[in-house]
């Protein structure tokens, strides 16, 4: 067994977490909602299962936002950097852009495309959904 350890981090680096499990595949979603959450053309995200995930330094800085339905994110509180995806108060996903190197994963889904961004113009061969799969 390889002692797998996928680190990752937030812009200022005051928060760190690491995950002893391969990255599952990545959706991204490119909704309005996620846009103004990432400040970006959308999430880019990864499931971790709950007992492979840790916080290594700073989750004292970690914000949480809840938003609709009990689902949330988690951000530094000092820098703003968004890092995981919460669900019932637990940590369901993480961001790829807050993984340090690049660890193997890849984007298997494009969804709510159909609410894209105009400038948004999405690359590589992943299918893509209008809305959720
Ligand atoms: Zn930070
Ligand atoms: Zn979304």
Known sequence: MTDLKI??????????YEISEPLQSATS?????CRKAFSGAGSAYSVVSEN???WVNGEKNLQKYIGKKEWGIGFCKKCGTTL???????????????LNGNPPVT?????????????DDIGGD????????
């Open 29 to 33: 979603c490119h909704c309005s909602r």
């Open 52 to 54: 492979k995930f840790n």
């Open 7 to 16: 680190t990752g981090e937030c812009f200022c680096g005051e928060i760190r």
């Open 84 to 98: 995981c995806g919460i669900y019932q108060g637990k940590v369901v996903g993480i961001t790829l852009g807050s």
């Open 126 to 133: 992943a299918p893509q959904y209008e809305k959720n799969e």
């Open 107 to 119: 984007i298997k889904k494009h969804i709510f495309v159909g609410s894209k961004a105009c400038w």
